[in-house]
T-cell receptor
Framework: GDSVTQMEGPVTLSEEAFLTINCTYT??????LFWYVQYPGEGLQLLLK?????DKGSNKGFEATYRKETTSFHLEKGSVQVSDSAVYFC????????????FGSGTKLNVKP | GAGVSQSPRYKVAKRGQDVALRCDPI?????LFWYQQALGQGPEFLTY????????KSGLPSDRFFAERPEGSVSTLKIQRTQQEDSAVYLC???????????????????FGDGTRLSIL
């Protein structure tokens, strides 16, 4: 079945450090891949997406590249800020199964000043 | 409103009580999803509606859980005879996904509400 595995947290970084959050997936068909972010007390927000192999999604300085050969969609940011502290979820949908989303367990990021 | 609205934001109930959680999707969104998010976990699919039709309820954990969307817009998730293990955040999401999306295999982003935090004492 379809599933997403992401690195466990929490991840604690100092401001301006480089961030990588690993995400790998298993899917039937050709999935679209997403990163969602959940700030404290708020709902899930779409951060970025990629809909086919080798696509790079980017937003707010975050990037992730859809790697079909390694079934990965790692999230990266060159210089994190305190305001990036949140929980990040990797997710996929195949689009065929009524757009049902499968989420990873989330990775909490703490950025210290 | 502009986004998905859920109410109440917080609900505390005693074990054995029935609860009803409401979701107001984005206007015009065909698809509506309910997810359950346990503490420290990602959202887990519960059920899906396309307009008023409930097309998949495979994620509902027991027959105590019931969802409806009678007019194809607002949806209600009802939990009967609540148990402590029902304590979680219940998320609603809506999207434009519909039959045309399926035909071309196109994704549609899901827009999430802020959730209802349910605590069963």
């Amino acid at each position: 079945g379809d599933s997403v595995t992401q690195m466990e947290g929490p991840v604690t970084l100092s401001e301006e450090a480089f961030l990588t959050i690993n995400c790998t997936y298993t899917a039937t068909g050709y999935p679209s891949l997403f990163w969602y972010v959940q700030y404290p007390g708020e709902g899930l927000q779409l951060l970025l997406k990629a809909t086919k192999a080798d696509d790079k999604g980017s937003n707010k300085g975050f990037e992730a590249t859809y790697r079909k050969e390694t079934t990965s969609f790692h999230l990266e940011k060159g210089s994190v800020q305190v305001s990036d502290s949140a929980v990040y979820f990797c997710a996929l949908t195949t689009g065929y199964n009524f757009n049902k989303f499968y989420f990873g367990s989330g990775t909490k990021l703490n950025v210290k000043p | 409103g502009a986004g998905v609205s859920q109410s109440p934001r917080y609900k505390v109930a005693k074990r054995g009580q029935d609860v009803a959680l409401r979701c107001d999707p984005i206007s015009g969104h065909v698809s509506l999803f309910w997810y359950q998010q346990a503490l420290g976990q990602g959202p887990e699919f519960l059920t899906y509606f396309q307009n008023e039709a409930q097309l998949d309820k495979s994620g509902l954990p027991s027959d105590r859980f019931f969802a409806e969307r009678p007019e194809g817009s607002v949806s209600t998730l009802k939990i009967q005879r609540t148990q402590q293990e029902d304590s979680a955040v219940y998320l609603c999401a809506s999207s434009l996904w519909g039959r045309w999306s399926a035909l071309i295999g196109a994704y549609q982003p899901q827009h999430f509400g802020d959730g209802t935090r349910l605590s069963i004492l």
